[in-house]
């Protein structure tokens, strides 16, 4: 990989879960590949934390809090990316949680707030992202896992989550690809 490539010059990136962990990496290499990143994570600090280090590389970044399982946090996520960027090109959905449990010990809150960061999530963004998506010819990304595919003992919600999502991801692109 070439990372001097600025092959997302004037683009705009939105990348959930990226206070941290991969959606960071993510985040960070559209950065240096020359896109514009919307570091979205509900954790404020860490995600602020992320922007000013981008941002004092010279980068343009911005966080923005929000619960990406709530439907009106998204929406005015996207409506702050839109103001202030005026586009969309690139959605990277990797905010992501693992709870551990079978589908005896999982409680149904567990279960609900699985389903809801790891599937809901993805849902609510393309939902009110799409729509913009559809004007630059943009790109969505979602971040699956082995267990999108197989799975392994006391991972009940997550594994369904995760299998759930490559049937979402499937639709999508039948619907909106062309
Ligand atoms: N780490 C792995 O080995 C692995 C393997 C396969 C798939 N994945 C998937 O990759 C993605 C990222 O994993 P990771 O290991 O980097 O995780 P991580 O825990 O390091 O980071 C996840 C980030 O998502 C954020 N987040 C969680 N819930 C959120 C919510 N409701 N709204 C907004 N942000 C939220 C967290 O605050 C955190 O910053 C997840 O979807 C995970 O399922 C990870």
């Known amino acids: 990989m070439n990372h001097g490539d600025k092959e997302f010059s004037g683009k705009v990136a939105i990348v959930t879960g990226a206070a941290m962990g991969i959606g960071q990496a993510v985040a960070e290499l559209l950065a240096e590949r020359g896109a514009k990143v919307a570091i979205v994570d509900r954790d404020e600090v860490p995600a602020k934390e992320v922007a000013d280090t981008l941002s004092a590389r010279g980068f343009e970044v911005r966080a923005i809090a929000t619960d990406v399982s709530s439907g009106a946090q998204v929406a005015a996520c996207i409506a702050e990316v839109v103001d202030a ?23 149904e809150s567990e279960w609900d707030e699985v389903i809801d960061i790891n599937l809901k999530s993805v849902y609510l963004v393309c939902h009110h992202a799409i729509p913009h998506l559809r004007k630059t010819r943009g790109a969505i990304v979602n971040m699956a896992s082995v267990q999108s595919f197989a799975t392994q003992r006391g991972v009940a919600a997550y594994t369904t989550g995760k299998h759930a999502l490559i049937g979402l991801t499937r639709s999508m692109a039948l619907d909106f690809a062309g």
């Open 85 to 107: 960027w005026g586009r969309i090109d690139i959605v990277s959905n990797n905010a992501g949680i693992q709870r551990y449990g079978t589908v005896e010990t999982t409680t």
